[in-house]
């Protein structure tokens, strides 16, 4: 079980590769910003991090606005 801003969620294999775990979750290519266990993550670390049983996420979106 992992925590995804807030909200308990099962990884069905017990560990996910983070970029498999954000397409699933619908963010695709969408411009996020990630904090896996309280370390923010720049996207060149996506590919080599693995989201594990126990672990908390924030993922925010990016938006361009005014």
């Known amino acids: 079980m992992i925590t995804i801003n807030g909200q308990q969620k099962e990884l069905p294999e ?3 590769p983070l970029p498999a775990l954000l397409f699933e979750l619908g963010f695709g290519e969408k411009p996020v ?4 266990n309280r370390e923010a993550l720049s996207p060149s670390e996506f590919s080599s991090r693995l989201v594990r049983d126990g672990d908390e996420l924030e993922i925010i979106t990016i938006a361009a606005g005014g």
Do not use: W
Request: hydrophobic letters at 55%.
């Open 14 to 16: 017990g560990e996910m």
């Open 33 to 36: 910003v990630v904090e896996l």
